[in-house]
């Protein structure tokens, strides 16, 4: 049987004031044409359908199109909620939507629920775990002693359920999963913590396969079939250099699974470019990359001109932010760690030496002056207000 792994949807996001939802809209859109093209039987979905646990009529409107569509071409689809989604309202109508082929897991009451699939070599069962936390496990299993502790929530969720290490097994869950005492590689995007809600995947060793959601980086987590797919797009700066993907899973008969990436394809890419200005605005440098891009551009321009911001608004329509790493900010970052060796007690001399710092100059005269009238007002209220 062949299924895709799809990570975090986070439908209705909204990045640096730019609403994702049309660029959401357009990557699903190529990823079920993806999908028929690999004749995939299954889409599974590791939570994180909305960004929001009360999300916008827009982005409702986006899934019920999704899990329409995804029916209509025959797909059968299972998806579970996540940490940013209200495992209710992803629930609604869900037994109806059962009769269609789509698959939503319940909100936990007590159990882990599965839902079998056929092929050629018999059934496969997949798994759908809601993302939990200790204190929506603890009222179902008083005696085990739970408290805030992730591990063993999960762990009595999982003995009670007695998977059968004999049979194909496939778990969909939403959580903080560790290999070893390695730390995976996480995104600005992500809300986690990542502290003590963190689970080691051995938890999960009866399991052919292991598809999570949570983390936005797609990684292997230990062995390579216990996976983050990852974000559906980049959702924050920090995942500028990344690509994103699905996972195309494969399973044989028992003990058999092979996987590939299946990279997503965004209408518009997040990405970094870093220079000075006129180097950026360059015509060759501006024609071997898309304008419409999202663009986070980082400035080197030992002055970057005032205008910087608008004349790069005015070239990227989708310009994300604008930093500028020079000298000069390096050495505002490095101050954080020089220590003040001995405090000046005219206050305007401290000042001039921590500007002298920042900038490599001497304050001028004319600044001086000003300095002096500024300083000279501060100290009255001050002291007056000391008093
Ligand atoms: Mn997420």
């Known amino acids: 049987m062949r299924f895709l792994h799809i990570g975090d949807l986070h439908l209705g996001k909204v990045v640096s004031g730019y609403s994702m939802l049309e660029d959401q809209c357009q990557t699903l859109e190529r990823l079920l044409d993806d999908a028929e093209e690999a004749e995939v039987e299954a889409l599974v979905f590791a939570g994180d359908l909305y960004d929001r646990s009360a999300p916008s009529a827009e982005a409702v409107a986006l899934l019920d199109w999704l899990l329409t569509e995804a029916s209509e071409r025959g797909f059968e689809v299972l998806l579970i909620p996540g940490n940013h989604?209200?495992?209710?309202?992803?629930?609604?109508?869900?037994?109806l939507l059962e009769r269609q082929g789509v698959h939503v897991a319940p909100p936990f009451a007590g159990s882990m629920t599965s839902v079998i699939l056929e092929d050629a070599y018999g059934e496969v069962r997949f798994w759908l775990l809601p993302f939990l936390r200790?204190?929506?496990?603890?009222?179902f299993f008083e005696e085990?002693?739970?408290?805030?502790?992730?591990?063993?929530?999960?762990?009595?969720?999982?003995?009670?359920?007695?998977?059968d290490p004999g049979e194909r097994n496939v778990l969909v869950a939403h959580q903080f999963v560790r290999a070893g005492g390695a730390e995976?590689?996480?995104?600005?995007?992500?809300?986690?913590?990542?502290?003590?809600?963190?689970?080691?995947?051995?938890?999960?060793?009866?399991?052919?396969?292991?598809?999570?959601?949570?983390?936005?980086?797609?990684?292997?987590?230990?062995?390579?079939?216990a996976r983050y797919a990852g974000s559906l797009l980049k959702?924050?700066?920090?995942?500028?250099?990344?690509?994103?993907?699905?996972?195309?899973?494969?399973l044989g008969p028992k003990g058999e699974v092979e996987w590939s990436l299946l990279p997503l394809r965004p209408p518009h890419d997040l990405r970094e470019i870093r220079?000075?200005?006129?180097?950026?605005?360059?015509?060759?440098?501006?024609?071997?990359?898309?304008?419409?891009?999202?663009?986070?551009?980082?400035?080197?321009?030992?002055e970057p001109p005032v205008d910087?911001?608008?004349?790069?608004?005015?070239?990227?329509?989708?310009?994300?932010?604008?930093?500028?790493?020079?000298?000069?900010?390096?050495?505002?970052?490095?101050?954080?760690?020089?220590?003040?060796?001995?405090?000046?007690?005219?206050?305007?001399?401290?000042?001039?030496?921590?500007?002298?710092?920042?900038?490599?100059?001497?304050v001028s005269?004319?600044?001086?002056?000003?300095?002096?009238?500024?300083?000279?007002?501060?100290?009255?209220d001050f002291e007056g207000s000391a008093s």
């Open 275 to 302: 220079g000075p200005l006129d180097e950026l605005l360059a015509e060759e440098v501006l024609g071997a990359a898309d304008r419409e891009d999202y663009v986070h551009a980082i400035l080197t321009d030992d």
């Open 184 to 225: 995976p590689e996480r995104s600005d995007s992500e809300t986690s913590i990542g502290g003590l809600d963190g689970v080691d995947v051995s938890l999960f060793d009866d399991f052919d396969y292991v598809a999570l959601g949570h983390l936005h980086r797609p990684q292997r987590v230990g062995r390579g079939t």
């Open 134 to 139: 200790p204190g929506t496990v603890r009222p």
């Open 308 to 362: 910087a911001l608008a004349r790069l608004r005015a070239t990227f329509p989708r310009l994300m932010a604008m930093d500028v790493d020079n000298a000069s900010t390096r050495r505002i970052a490095d101050l954080a760690h020089v220590q003040v060796e001995e405090a000046a007690d005219d206050p305007l001399e401290l000042f001039e030496r921590f500007f002298e710092e920042q900038t490599g100059r001497e």
């Open 144 to 163: 085990a002693e739970i408290g805030s502790d992730y591990a063993a929530a999960l762990g009595a969720v999982l003995e009670a359920a007695s998977v």
């Open 365 to 380: 005269s004319v600044q001086r002056e000003f300095l002096n009238e500024v300083f000279a007002e501060c100290l009255v």
């Open 85 to 95: 989604d209200s495992a209710e309202r992803v629930g609604y109508g869900s037994v």
């Open 235 to 250: 959702y924050s700066l920090s995942e500028a250099h990344g690509q994103k993907s699905a996972v195309l899973v494969d």
